[in-house]
């Protein structure tokens, strides 16, 4: 073996020799993992593992697919109820989006003009013009008869001026300076500063249009 | 120290066992019916080659708990998998290359661990194998204990090669795989496996010295 003292002539003979005999207690030290054997009734007992597992996984798959999302916060009372927080959330949101596509279509149908829009409750003198470009306007009710024979029903300011979806036209005449009369049209919300703006120019007559 | 020449397999190849034209049909047919969702039918295949399959990720983990769940994820995902097997090859070398990729990716994230031996006991024969008792000293009156001294050196020994030289000693010298056949599963040339495997018994030689001095 390595550090042997022999002669070179034999030198060559040797060292095929010992690879050879090498080689071969290698291959008897591999033989003992012929003879490694996993315990008794293992080989039954994973095929019943795998089994098992199989049909673990098919059962899961024939399962809703709402039961995969449920499954992970089952037994952690946190998740549960950061789950059932963000559902709740999301019903809101949802109920919220629903409530503002409906009041849409229960804006009035036609033209009405400022000076139909009367201010309910006290303090409010100055004229509807005014009051819509203030800060915080109030409600108006209309009280044009005509206005699609629903006097009297109230419409809040934000639902005018902000209702989605609902496409809403503003007309604006009589201004100091001829040729200023015109139309604003949009798909809501109609840009903010607008109606400060029809105050600002002194428009005598600004009238909103909704529906299509 | 003399290097270890290129020498056939030391034990019966696994997955060199050459089937017969029945074996070969009646495995068809199985497949067949398990592709169909017959549980049964890939429950035979299970018990065909669970132990082939097994003996593979417990060489390549040297630990018996770790090669029954690798064996297990092996089947699963070969049952998850069964519409995309085509037949190409023999279902034995499909589910063979899963069993190697899922023991290759366990073992990378392993890597940081220091591998925990749990080995698998002898079996008795051992005492009786000519080769073995060779092997054992004679000076050594209680032979089971210094077989099984053997075979935890061996295993330490297969666990401190890297993952690449490990693969390649487990799969041609344990398992029995020509060189092709190796580089056809790990992705790499015959060449390549060679030099592995070259490299991975002059490792494993210069660890067990001691054994044959």
């Not at chain 1, 600004?206 to 529906?211: A, Y």
């Not at chain 2, 591998?115 to 024969?125: A, C, G, M």
């Not at chain 2, 051992?126 to 001294?149: G, H, I, Y």
């Amino acid at each position: 073996m390595a550090g042997r003292f022999v002669g070179v002539a034999s030198c060559h003979e040797l060292n095929m020799e010992d690879k050879s005999r090498e080689s071969s207690e290698w291959q008897q030290i591999v033989r003992i993992t012929r003879y490694e054997q996993p315990p008794p009734g293992f080989q039954a007992a994973l095929r019943k593992r795998i089994h098992a597992r199989i049909e673990e996984i098919e059962v899961e798959r024939a399962k809703p697919w709402w039961h995969r999302w449920i499954k992970p916060i089952t037994g952690r009372p946190a998740l549960i109820w950061a789950n059932a927080l963000t559902a709740v959330g999301l019903g809101f949101v949802a109920l919220s989006i629903s409530q503002t596509a409906k009041n849409p279509g229960a804006l009035p149908k036609g033209t009405v003009t400022l000076n139909d829009l009367q201010p309910t409750g006290a303090g409010f003198a100055a004229s509807p013009l005014q009051l819509l470009a203030s800060p915080t306007p109030p409600e108006f009710t209309v009280t044009q008869a005509g206005f699609g024979g629903i006097g009297g029903r109230t419409i809040p300011y934000q639902m005018v001026t902000q209702a989605i979806w609902v496409p809403i036209t503003v007309s604006f005449s009589g201004g100091p300076m001829s040729g200023q009369n015109g139309t604003f049209e949009s798909t809501n919300p109609i840009p903010a500063g607008l109606f400060q703006s029809l105050n600002q120019r002194q428009f005598s007559q600004v009238s909103l249009r909704t529906g299509h | 120290m003399a290097t270890i020449l290129m020498e056939p397999p030391p034990t019966q190849a696994p997955a060199a066992i050459k089937p017969g034209a029945e074996e070969v049909a009646e495995v068809r047919r199985l497949v067949a019916q398990a592709q169909g969702g017959d549980m049964t039918a890939f429950d035979s295949l299970v018990g065909r080659y669970q132990d082939r399959i097994y003996g593979l990720c417990y060489h390549l983990t040297s630990n018996h708990e770790e090669a029954a769940d690798l064996a297990q994820d092996a089947f699963v995902k070969a049952w998850q998998a069964l519409a995309s097997f085509k037949g190409d090859a023999s279902f034995f070398t499909w589910v063979y290359r899963i069993a190697v990729n899922t023991t290759l990716n366990y073992l990378k994230t392993r890597r940081k661990k220091t591998p925990h031996l749990s080995l698998n006991d002898l079996d008795f024969n051992a005492e009786n194998d000519p080769d073995l008792v060779a092997l054992v000293s004679d000076r050594t009156p209680r032979r089971d204990l210094r077989l099984k001294e053997i075979q935890e050196r061996l295993n330490a020994g297969l666990q401190k090669l890297s993952e690449e030289h490990r693969t390649v000693l487990v799969l041609h010298d344990i398992q029995g795989l020509a060189h092709d056949e190796i580089a056809s599963l790990v992705g790499c040339n015959p060449g390549t496996v060679r030099s592995r495997l070259f490299y991975a018994r002059q490792q494993m030689q210069a660890w067990l010295a001691d054994l044959w001095e």
